[in-house]
């Protein structure tokens, strides 16, 4: 199967935005979840946004209140809005789709069945 392809990467200035997109259109599967992975230089890639059947959002405590993920869940395309943007955000982000029997597990790694390659995100002070 053709995996979820992730764009919109790139470098800002801490303060600034960047909006992701992840086209997963091409996956054949049944799904209700759609997330959005982070792999910085730490040790390990965490969840940081998810969306279940299209509406039920979770955010990671490091990006709630200045990120926004949404989806276009027709088309099975999903974005992040990232506002305020700062060093710590820098890493590569991580595209998913899977399906999910509860909203309280959609977003854990477990529960996805399909990556995209990941896109760089460089946020400078």
């Known amino acids: 199967q053709v995996p979820p392809e992730e764009s919109g990467g790139g470098s800002a200035q801490a303060g600034g935005s960047l909006r992701l997109s992840c086209d997963a259109s091409?996956?054949?599967?049944?799904?209700?979840?759609m997330g959005w992975f982070r792999q910085t230089p730490g040790p390990e890639r965490e969840g940081i946004a998810s969306i279940y059947s299209g509406y039920l959002t979770y955010y990671h405590d490091s990006v709630k209140g200045r990120f926004t993920i949404s989806q276009d869940s027709k088309e099975k395309k999903v974005y992040l809005q990232m506002n305020s943007l700062e060093p710590e955000d820098t890493g590569r982000y991580y595209c998913a789709i899977g399906y999910s029997l509860r909203p309280g597990t959609c977003g854990q790694e477990r529960e996805m069945d399909s990556w995209g390659e990941g896109t760089l995100v460089t946020v400078s002070s």
């Open positions: 091409q996956y054949v599967y049944t799904s209700n979840c």
